[in-house]
């Protein structure tokens, strides 16, 4: 291979990354206007945008490497080369993880075989995982004063909305009130208090959100002000200092935020730091950055492995007809596979299986559908495969599975989190707890309607629940449009033989739903099913689902809240 075709092909990967990078925060730069104008569908439309961004540039590089390459595409050495010179180029820059991250790719999907060889590519991380220290220039600096109206007005101006900001010296005097309330009751402000927020400003659906933290009582004190534009103006919603419900904002069941982030490893720092638990995975994921999540799963997986010996098990349930579920009890994930045959009455293929967790990695997952990362070639080591597992996997996804040597590779597989399955979460739970997380379940759903999915199958085998116990839909093979369902209710039988017909006498469409019969299989446990059908009685009312269509129809964009309504400053005020 010529000099000149080496240069030219780290040239090509560097510029390709260059130009996601501005076409990334381009399509970003535009949210600020779609949430001040209220262009709900612009900005639904550019966070699409910004999720395909990725994968149609890598398609793009991967060609012309494949043509600069030609028959070198497979020599080990040309890469090896090309990775050392890439990293000497990189190395610099503010965003140079994420560069690292799109070399992989493009060596992924142009080396023949799918490959993952530390030689050639970047499998441990070439530099730290985050910066040792935050950068000041990332976050606005407010120190200790007399008066917390004066803080909260200078905070307002600095974040400004403009004339479109609705009711600012309210909002002074309710965030004053709930910080006295939460904070100030337990803490005294000192010389040492200090505010820092964030001075990008986080964007999702209908609202926006400064993240900052407080020094006080000698620690650091993280919270959230969401605010919210409804046909009147700006206004802040409510202040969190919940970590649980902050932890739940940047949760792997929401659509990823769209914010202008200058250094992605900066941004990740703080966060971090004010949601200690989160791992910066799940915080690149959160900021839009969900390929160089997924490495940064990848790395912490393979360091788990190293430091753990439990094997590998099938996952906790009853067995699914369409996807085998495995999961290693020491990590909280799970690895689903699409089974090689669908049990009856399955009758769709891998492909449209593929097609249905496409459709939800794209879509507003509103808090109650988990993210997923589509892997391939995926390497677990033999020996920490428990026989029952692998006799599983042979029966089940044989056409997946490849043995090289003392390793198993599979060739296609998704990765979850792991929650508790509703129906055995039941079966152990209290009456108490069971009628608190029914009822969710049923919020579940109906939020999900708002966003225009209907479920398909929603048995409760099919949910899981989170350790705050919030219910959470993860098996998407017959997931479907809400507005692509004919919502009926059940003909009344008129004759003898239609009264004591062994099935329906009446035509069934292959969209028809008929809401009442829900109630025969969501929920089997005896001593709430009761209790969720009076509670929830929109869920079997045709005409409830009905009015959800017609409002999809009219063009309403329904915002869901990722906290209790009952937190909101003004509890009534719609969005």
Request: with cysteine; proline share 6%; net charge neutral.
């Amino acid at each position: 291979m010529k000099k000149d075709s080496h240069h030219q092909t780290v040239s090509t990967i560097l510029n390709g990354f260059d130009q996601y990078i501005s076409d990334f925060n381009q399509i970003t730069r535009e949210i600020p206007k779609n949430f001040m104008e209220r262009d709900w569908k612009s900005l639904q439309e550019n966070h699409k945008r910004r999720l395909r961004l990725y994968k149609d540039h890598l398609a793009y590089i991967v060609a012309q490497c494949r043509e600069l390459l030609g028959e070198r595409i497979a020599e080990d050495r040309v890469w090896k080369s090309m990775k050392s010179d890439y990293l000497e180029t990189i190395k610099g820059r503010n965003d140079k993880e994420l560069a690292a991250t799109f070399f992989n790719s493009v060596f992924r999907k142009t080396f023949p075989g799918n490959r993952i060889d530390e030689n050639m590519m970047f499998v441990e991380a070439p530099f730290p995982e985050l910066p040792e220290q935050t950068d000041p220039k990332l976050y606005r600096t407010y120190p200790a004063g007399p008066s917390l109206p004066l803080f909260f007005r200078s905070m307002l101006e600095d974040f400004t909305f403009g004339n479109r900001y609705l009711r600012k010296e309210e909002d002074i005097q309710l965030l004053t009130r709930e910080v006295e309330k939460v904070v100030l009751s337990r803490y005294r402000i000192s010389e040492e208090t200090t505010t820092q927020v964030l001075r990008n400003v986080f964007y999702r659906n209908k609202a926006a959100y400064l993240i900052g933290r407080i020094f006080l009582g000698n620690k650091w004190m993280p919270f959230i002000i969401p605010f919210v534009n409804n046909q009147q103006g700006v206004f802040a919603d409510t202040l969190i200092f919940d970590p649980n419900i902050m932890s739940g904002i940047f949760s792997y069941t929401r659509s990823y935020f769209m914010a202008p982030v200058e250094i992605p490893s900066q941004t990740v720092a703080f966060l971090n730091a004010v949601i200690p638990h989160k791992k910066p995975y799940e915080l690149y994921n959160a900021i839009g950055f969900n390929k160089h999540g997924k490495t940064s799963f990848y790395r912490d997986f393979i360091r788990h492995l190293r430091e753990s010996q439990d094997e590998f098990i099938l996952a906790p349930g009853i067995r699914g007809m369409v996807m085998t579920v495995f999961t290693l009890p020491s990590y909280n994930i799970v690895f689903k596979l699409i089974k090689d045959h669908f049990d009856p009455p399955k009758n769709m293929t891998r492909q449209q299986v593929r097609e249905k967790y496409k459709l939800v990695g794209l879509h507003d997952r509103v808090g109650r559908m988990a993210d997923t990362h589509e892997f391939e070639n995926f390497k677990l080591p033999l020996d920490r495969i428990h026989p029952e597992l692998m006799s599983e996997l042979n029966k089940s996804v044989n056409s997946l599975l490849r043995i090289e040597g003392d390793t198993l590779i599979i060739r296609h597989l998704y990765i979850e989190r792991r929650l508790t399955p509703l129906n055995l979460f039941l079966e152990t739970c209290s009456l108490k707890l069971a009628r608190l997380v029914v009822n969710d379940y049923a919020q579940a759903i109906l939020q999900m309607a708002q966003a225009n999915i209907f479920p398909g199958d929603m048995m409760t085998k099919n949910f899981g629940v989170t350790r705050q116990n919030r219910v959470i839909f993860y098996d998407y093979d017959e997931i479907e449009f809400l507005d692509s369902m004919n919502f009926r209710s059940k003909p009344k039988p008129e004759t003898y033989e239609q009264i004591y017909a062994s099935e329906p006498w009446y035509e069934i469409g292959e969209k028809d739903v008929f809401p009442e019969d829900f109630k025969r299989f969501m929920i089997g446990r005896a001593d709430v099913r009761d209790f969720f059908i009076q509670s929830n009685p929109q869920l079997f009312d045709p005409g409830y689902w009905k009015e959800i269509q017609n409002r999809l129809e009219k063009g309403e964009f329904l915002h869901a809240f990722p906290y209790p309504n009952r937190m909101r400053f003004r509890p009534d005020e719609q969005i």
